[in-house]
């Protein structure tokens, strides 16, 4: 696994030195682990990082020992603390937090138990602590929303390692197979293509099963004439890519047919919306409306897009507009799926799902595989 190096790393330390700045913090408590992964490459099943305007106090345990000290090496902003024998990830937070006395402290709300942060609050009390911490939810989160030139690469690489994976598996006849066979086979591919794992639970949902949105890989036998709607990602270097395609197994009728192209046209004019300064709900709509034209509004049960990243689903949010609420404009280097559907109950479903870059003229396909895949 490729891990960003120092550069990259101090670039994005600057930009939170200078976030923290502007909403007058003088440090952060880090919990989400993707944001710990994002500030110090360290990547752990379990870690918490306290992040002043200029140092990186990253906590691990024994497990991930080695890893710590690898990355307090290879990046000197950082200073690994392990936790003490025996010590709790909670107890060594206060521990490491109580010489920072007097400082402005933030903390992820969306990114804590309401059991930690008040085991934290109540012991920095009990060891005289003063001030209250501050909500600074989002700060590392909008770090993330525009790619740096690393990441950018890393989600390049992995879309074209994905978008090979789904040629070969798309090359092979479906028909007489069972839905949890071809993600098996998926899944290996995954690993053999380099992907750490795969990005989320692959999904394959032929005929009916295909009206279900989030169906899974079960043990129904794919029939000649099926549309298959295939669902795959995966994570590599950290950072997910996500693709489907929607294939009919053995010749496709015209019905099946036409709702492909329809589904392939409104992601068409979901691209075409895509440009700097755009709203990811005028993104949405260019898809929704396409598709209404074919009378399948309401075939369309869910947003156009998500932001993609070291999460599977992060911002921006490309869906219909909520009341009262308006997602922030898109930018250059933010990445997204473009994946509008059609689902129709009792019969079968297709989506259609694309990675794509922001791009200073409008955007740029990631992913490569032809979208109206017939045989
Ligand atoms: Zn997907
Ligand atoms: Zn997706």
Redesign the pocket.
Known sequence: MRIAPPDILSARLARLASTLEDRGLDAVIVTSLANVAYLTGFFASAAALIATRGELLLVGDGRYAQALNDRAQEFPSIRAIELPPGASYDQTLVDTLLPLQGARVGFESSHVTVRRHHFVVSQLADQGWAAALHDADGVVDGLRVRKDAWEVARLRDGAQRLSSVAKCILSNVLAGRTEADVAAEIDGALRRAGFERPA?DT?VAAGPNAALPHGRAGQRRIEAGDLVVI???GVLDGYCT???RTVAAGPAGPRERRLIEQVVEAQQAAFAAVRPGAAPEAVDEAARETLGRYGLAEAFTHGTGHGLGLE?HEAPRVSKRRAGHAEPPLQTGMVM?L?PGAYLAGWGGV?I?DDVLVTEDGAEWLTDVPRAWMS
């Open positions: 989320f999904i669902d795959c990602g996500d693709l489907t599977i799926t994946e989506r799902e």
